[in-house]
């Protein structure tokens, strides 16, 4: 079983910036691909960043050109960097890995506040 844990979130202005953190217990090396994906209370979780084994992302229209979405295979770790941060981007935020045999694994999730 895959395990990770995201850390990074917190409260921060409109405009500003954080960075996520999501630490796999294995090599990175090992996912199809990592997602961050987020939810609000009373609604579906949402796609926000996808980055595959070759290392393409693709992200969600509402954050693209403000987050991004990169691999540190050292540290076992996938990154969400959010910049120009909005209150709509308040959420919590979870890491997805898919292993290359299929192995679906969640993160607990790291709450991200934005005030106006």
């Known amino acids: 079983q895959v395990h990770l844990v995201e850390s990074g979130g917190g409260l921060v202005q409109a405009g500003g910036s954080l960075r996520l953190s999501c630490v796999a217990s294995v090599s990175i090396a090992s996912a199809n691909f990592v997602d961050w994906y987020r939810q609000t209370p009373g609604k579906q979780r949402e796609f926000v960043a996808h980055i595959a084994n070759d290392d393409s992302t693709n992200y969600a229209d509402p954050v693209k050109g403000r987050f991004t979405i990169a691999k540190d295979y050292v540290k076992r770790t996938v990154y969400l960097q959010m910049s120009q941060l909005k209150p709509e981007d308040t959420a919590v935020y979870y890491c997805?890995?898919?292993?290359?045999?299929?192995?679906?694994?969640w993160g607990q999730g790291t709450q991200v506040t934005v005030s106006s």
């Open positions: 997805r890995m898919v292993t290359a045999t299929s192995i679906e694994s």
